[in-house]
């Protein structure tokens, strides 16, 4: 479950609240910025929640997966930036794990294969993310919109990872990448897969890419070569 940003905690606590009830089996699994900070807290507070990855996540979540698929959710004590239970109490794991370029490289984010009803997806137009409405309304709206009109699809493209900024009306500043995923640098993906994302993108029938990573100040020569 993604806890990215705090709004989505108490929607995110309440699925996995539900999916407890519903299969007490399941492991339930969180990460994001928001759930890094309060990972302790979280599990502290809420016996629906079995771990936090907390901090970057990529080989973090491979790990529990494989664990819990081969059914050894109680040995996750080398899976690194991990806070889960175990032995009655909350752990947190030593092991850190910060991605590096090979690791975004090697990563498909445009792998919509994987993704159940992804045509649907891609036809939501970009009133979803700029209509100022509560987000089950602008998704109902874009969803008729999208069934009786030819609309602009847009998707979010990831680029890189981290921030050089401290802006005042952001979580995700380089301070707190610093704290919370122990991130000192800021990583691009390379150009040529970069560039093959936008392609991916384009064959998924999507008109627009949303970039939201800036460049960094000192160095503005990665977008104007992309």
Request: charged share 20%; aromatic share 8%; net charge positive.
């Amino acid at each position: 479950l993604s806890v990215q940003f705090h709004q989505q905690l108490y929607d995110s606590l309440r699925a996995a609240a539900e999916i407890k009830r519903a299969r007490p089996e399941t492991f339930v699994l969180m990460g994001g910025m928001t759930a890094s900070f309060f990972a302790r807290a979280i599990l502290e507070q809420h016996r629906c929640v079995d771990a936090v990855v907390a901090g970057e996540g990529e080989r973090p979540l491979a790990a529990v997966v494989a664990a819990v698929r081969d059914g050894r959710p109680d040995d996750l004590g080398a899976v690194p930036n991990l806070v889960w239970r175990r032995n009655g109490g909350v752990e947190a794991n030593a092991a850190r794990y910060v991605a590096e370029a090979a690791d975004l490289d090697a990563m498909d984010f445009e792998n919509f294969s994987l993704m159940d009803h992804a045509a649907e997806y891609g036809r939501l137009p970009k009133i979803l993310t700029r209509l100022k409405a509560p987000r089950a309304a602008a998704w109902r709206l874009s969803k008729a919109l999208s069934q009786h009109a030819r609309v602009t699809t847009v998707h979010t493209l990831v680029m890189g990872r981290g921030c050089v900024t401290n802006c005042s009306y952001c979580g995700g500043g380089a301070t707190a990448h610093r704290i919370v995923n122990g991130r000192s640098s800021v990583l691009f993906r390379s150009l040529d897969r970069a560039a093959g994302a936008f392609r991916k993108l384009a064959e998924a029938g999507f008109d627009e890419a949303y970039i939201s990573f800036d460049p960094v100040p000192q160095s503005q020569t990665y977008y104007p070569a992309l």
